[in-house]
């Protein structure tokens, strides 16, 4: 047992200084929560110009205009615009034809023509002389003419002119549909992270596992640690390091989750949502807290279940070439249900959503996905923790039994025919 | 002959399925001594060793550890250096080498102490903090040596400890193989460096398929195969001494091969010589054959069945 610890705590020390572990467990939150914040500031500044004030115009022109060209030509075949303030470096046609020549003379960069039928039906079309992406925003002729519309008008009438609704969503229940589209594309998203977060762990910290397995049996130091500790007692010292590593990366996913919707799910997820429609889902996003005790279960078993067979791999594998290829044969099925996640969640009751929610293999993406998005009937849940119990007495039995002296010490890979001798010793 | 047995190997077998890779070994190692384990490749060496640390558990036979069957607290006191051998690549060195030592029951203050004073006198302390990666193949030989040291035990396996040495460093490493058994240690060796075996080792145990095929002191094995014979320098006509049969040029030597006549002792013409005032002699000694030819005419007679 004293071996054990010794060996966790080394590995625990070792794969935690680990660069990508770091970066993952610690600096992919810390990124999103200030790409998060950035972009919700940009937005709040892009969506916040409704000034009546040329000069304001001006500069916002000059800084946020999508073309980011002072030489801009207006033809107002409708009348509409013809009194209303332009920044002094647009020009005025009163033609098309007279836009277009300034346009090859290279005198304008581009311009907008105000269709004849402008009021009724809000047709603008933008001329380029060829094709801009960026030319496709409009936002500066939009400030422009709300700017003119909303003139005479009280300025909290013509706030809501320009933003008729700043929409928040509370979730009654986690299944309800408040708002059709929104909600679902919430659910997928919380879906997608809950079992992005569980999949990465995973795969992450057995991946750790089996490379320092194999590490120790490509430099041949495994010979001299199983001189002095049993192999048991070093498998297990690792499994129980990473183990905690990867609770520790859930833990710290979930808290950044948790934060990010409660600090940067308000206002500015609604400004990332006016700028970035997918990001202000962000605004829409009730983490179901209640359920992440049956999370952790599902994780530490799954854990569990993954590096018995990944330490079987590790034992039969003399490099980190071969160990990945044989671990494909558990990553595969594991990976199946992220197929199918739109289906977990718009129908979370499906039969196949059933049937992956209970094979033990894909029971921790899929059940994870599922308990987010609805309630799971206890009798399911049950079954499903109860066959991943199994299977990870199983992996577990499995691996002690491959990884002994006598496996680890082999010069080459065991044959298919040779396995069923080596697991019975 | 040293009053404490070290390790003690009766009648151990052990088979890889149809393969028996050791047939019946019996052995013993004492302290204070160093005990060379050779054989040629394939021949049962390593898994005999790896039977003595109880990586493996022999099929039949037993093994005792100073005196009792070995435990974890037995291993703390073994050091052991594989042949194929290694450490984790991307580790510091000093890192690697304190948890080597906390695994062998030190603390880790006493681990890093000692791995300092190791580093030190293998002259590897400005390397204590670079990669295990960062180090000549050389110098990571060194670095192993010193795990195996690390917990100063009282028996250490070895197993191919000159390879990759240059002759400074292989004579550092033999000054703290000879200081280790000055001070009681039980050292087994594992080499196919014949000569060193000779100068280093007190007795030896040549395995060969998996069976005991040389036991015993050094100087004992290498008399068992003497020719009747003696080498000779110095000037005189050989062939007019007395009880001598005929004469040959030593084989890479610059002597001169007398092979005596049956019965004859070698005394005898030693007594012959010095009485004869034509012969006179500088260099006189018994024809001893090297150990590696012992080693290539016992390994030739078991490819032949004899």
Redesign the interface.
């Known amino acids: 047992m004293a071996h054990m610890l010794t060996v966790f705590l080394y590995e625990l020390k070792r794969n935690f200084r680990r660069p990508g572990f770091l970066f993952t467990t610690f600096g992919v939150p810390v990124l999103l929560f200030l790409a998060t914040n950035v972009i919700g500031d940009l937005a709040a500044q892009n969506t916040s110009i409704n000034s009546t004030d040329p000069e304001a115009i001006q500069e916002f022109t000059e800084q946020f205009d999508p073309t980011m060209s002072p030489n801009v030509g207006l033809v107002d075949l409708s009348g509409v615009f013809g009194e209303v303030t332009v920044p002094d470096t647009w020009q005025r046609f009163d033609t098309d034809e007279e836009a277009r020549a300034a346009i090859a003379a290279e005198v304008i960069d581009l311009y907008y023509l105000i269709e004849a039928d402008y009021l009724e039906t809000g047709d603008v079309i933008t001329v380029v002389p060829e094709f801009q992406m960026n030319a496709m925003g409009d936002s500066t002729l939009s400030s422009i003419a709300r700017q003119y519309f909303s003139q005479g008008v009280d300025p909290d009438i013509a706030a809501r002119i320009v933003y008729p609704a700043i929409y928040s969503e509370e979730n009654l229940t986690l299944t309800a549909t408040v708002d059709g589209k929104v909600n679902e594309d919430a659910t997928f998203l919380i879906v997608y992270a809950f079992a992005l977060t569980l999949m990465v762990t995973l795969f992450m910290t057995n991946g750790y596992l089996m490379q320092t397995l194999i590490e120790e049996k490509e430099t041949r130091l495994v010979e001299i640690l199983v001189s002095m500790v049993r192999p048991l007692h070093l498998l297990a010292g690792k499994i129980l390091a990473l183990g905690v590593l990867g609770l520790l990366q859930i833990v710290v996913w979930i808290g950044g989750m948790i934060l990010l919707v409660n600090i940067a799910g308000g206002q500015q997820a609604q400004n990332i949502g006016e700028a970035v429609g997918a990001l202000g889902l962000l605004a829409n996003l009730q983490l179901p807290l209640d359920i992440l005790p049956i999370l952790l279960v599902y994780f530490l078993l799954s854990y569990l279940m993954f590096a018995g067979f990944y330490s079987v791999i590790s034992a039969i594998s003399n490099s980190m070439r071969e160990g990945p290829q044989y671990a494909v044969v558990f990553m595969l099925p594991a990976l199946a249900p992220f197929y199918f996640l739109s289906l977990f969640a718009t129908t979370p009751d499906a039969p196949l959503v059933v049937f992956l929610s209970l094979f033990p293999l894909t029971a921790p993406i899929s059940m994870t996905a599922r308990l987010v998005v609805s309630e799971v009937p206890f009798w399911q849940i049950a079954l499903s923790i109860g066959l991943l119990a199994l299977t990870v007495v199983f992996a577990i039995w499995l691996a002690a039994r491959v990884f002994r002296a006598g496996v680890l010490l082999a010069g080459n890979v065991p044959k298919l025919k040779d396995i069923p001798a080596i697991i019975r010793g | 002959m040293p009053s404490t047995t070290a390790i003690k190997v009766e009648h151990i077998s052990k088979s890889y399925g149809n393969f028996r890779a050791v047939d019946d070994l019996t052995f013993e190692v004492y302290n204070g001594e160093i005990f060379a384990m050779l054989g040629p490749n394939g021949a049962g060496k390593s898994t005999t060793i790896?039977m003595i640390?109880d990586?493996?558990k022999p099929d039949t036979g037993s093994i005792e550890i100073f005196g009792a069957r070995i435990t974890?607290a037995t291993?703390?006191r073994?050091g052991?250096?594989?042949e194929?051998?290694?450490?984790?690549?991307g580790?510091p060195v000093l890192e690697v080498m304190t948890?080597?030592g906390?695994?062998?029951?030190l603390s880790r203050a006493d681990a890093r102490k000692r791995s300092l004073t190791y580093l030190e006198r293998f002259d590897l302390m400005a390397f204590a903090k670079k990669k295990v990666s960062d180090l000549s193949k050389g110098m990571q030989q060194k670095a192993q040596l010193a795990?195996t040291l690390l917990h100063d035990p009282e028996l250490i396996i070895i197993d191919e400890p000159f390879s990759g040495l240059d002759p400074v460093n292989t004579l550092l490493i033999e000054e703290v193989i000879k200081e280790f058994r000055a001070k009681g240690g039980a050292i087994v060796m594992s080499t196919h460096q014949m000569y060193q075996v000779e100068y280093l080792a007190d007795r030896l145990v040549m395995i060969n398929k998996g069976t005991q095929a040389l036991y015993g002191k050094v100087d004992e094995v290498r008399s068992r195969y003497a020719l009747p014979a003696v080498i000779v320098e110095g000037k005189g006509d050989w062939t007019t001494i007395p009880g001598i049969e005929r004469t040959e040029k030593e084989d890479g030597g610059r002597g001169t091969l007398l092979f005596l006549k049956h019965g004859v002792e070698p005394d005898h013409v030693l007594a012959q010589m010095a009485q004869r005032p034509d012969v006179q002699l500088q260099r006189f000694e018994l024809a001893v054959p090297r150990l590696n030819d012992i080693f290539i005419e016992v390994v030739e007679q078991g490819r032949n069945g004899a």
């Open positions: 790896r640390l990586i493996l974890d291993k703390n073994i052991y250096l594989p194929e051998r290694g450490l984790y690549r580790v948890y080597l906390t695994l062998k029951g795990v």
